[in-house]
């Protein structure tokens, strides 16, 4: 849908000076632009960079932290201290993340799903199974 920088700034809650900010960080534009001419945004791609960009800030955060990690060594890590725990909570987010891209890219199932899948066909299996010895039975008398 196009949208100019008004209602473009209404559907992110934002100032129409952060849109002309992201326009400059490479938010992309449909036409428009120069002087007297109205901007116009494609809503679909302007939302597609800005959770990219997100995902790419929260990355790039994540990676700082790591690195600052790896410098302080894992050996030199004592538990207790700040270092130490702020190593750990940074490996339980990793953790997590990557269980959130596993279970978003369905290489991973909730456990509540699959007992719940299971029990539906094990219950189906059943009642052909019960039905096998009377079929046999009509068949070899």
């Not at 079929?135 to 008398?141: A, I, T, W």
Request: glycine content about 6%; aromatic content about 6%.
């Amino acid at each position: 849908m196009e949208v100019n920088k008004k209602q473009l700034a209404d559907i992110f809650g934002a100032s129409i000076r952060t849109i002309q900010n992201w326009q400059e960080q490479g938010m992309p534009v449909l036409r428009g632009g120069g002087k007297g001419n109205e901007v116009l945004y494609d809503s679909a791609a302007v939302i597609k960079w800005y959770a990219e960009r997100d995902a790419e800030i929260e990355n790039e955060k994540m990676r700082r932290e790591v690195e600052e990690l790896r410098q302080a060594s894992e050996t030199d890590l004592q538990p207790g201290t700040i270092e130490y725990e702020r190593h750990r909570l940074t490996r339980a987010q990793a953790d997590a993340q990557e269980l959130k891209n596993a279970r978003d890219s369905a290489e991973v199932v909730e456990t509540a799903f699959c007992t719940f899948v299971l029990s539906r066909i094990a219950g189906e299996i059943a009642s052909i199974l019960d039905g096998i010895p009377l079929s046999v039975q009509r068949r070899f008398p």
